[in-house]
């Protein structure tokens, strides 16, 4: 079914401006510390192991696996299919993200499935990251 509404943009902040430029170019993109090269996600100025205020931004594969996830029913919006599916999926570099599961009935979600990035289109020509199955995975269901 589709959304009667577009789904809302993401509103960008000074820390998350490189994060949401790369999801609108559809890279997923982390902040990597210059100080002690570890990964982080959310966006935030300062490294929260050394404290560093200095990173680069790192492509990501887009890939992960499925670490938990909630069926959303209530309450509801215009803007999204219901049930949404909520998702913590751990990426492949280390890092979690919280998302969203698409293309899968939630009767077919399995903790750990191998799980692959797409965009979806916002409002405002943005877009936000969202996770499908893998095409790539293997591993018998
Ligand atoms: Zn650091």
């Known amino acids: ?20 430029n790369a999801i609108a170019r559809h890279e ?5 510390c210059d100080g002690c090269s570890t ?5 935030r100025p300062m490294c929260p192991h050394c404290r560093s ?6 492509r990501l594969a887009g890939t992960g696996s ?5 069926v959303l029913h209530h309450p509801r919006s ?6 949404v599916l909520v998702a913590l999926v751990d990426l492949d570099e280390g ?10 009935e939630s009767r077919d979600i399995r903790i750990g499935m191998r799980l692959r990035v797409a965009f979806e289109a916002t409002s405002d020509g943005a877009a936000v990251p969202v996770f499908g199955p893998d095409p790539n ?4 269901a």
């Open 95 to 104: 890092i979690r993200i919280v998302t969203n599961l698409v293309d899968i």
């Open 137 to 140: 995975d293997t591993v018998p």
């Open 66 to 70: 499925l670490y938990s996830y909630a």
């Open 28 to 32: 997923l993109v982390a902040q990597r």
């Open 53 to 58: 205020l200095e990173w680069c931004e790192q």
């Open 1 to 20: 079914m589709e959304s009667v509404t577009a789904r809302p943009a993401p509103r960008p902040t000074d820390d998350s401006a490189v994060y949401w």
């Open 78 to 83: 215009p803007a999204f299919d219901y049930p």
């Open 39 to 43: 990964l982080r996600h959310p966006p």
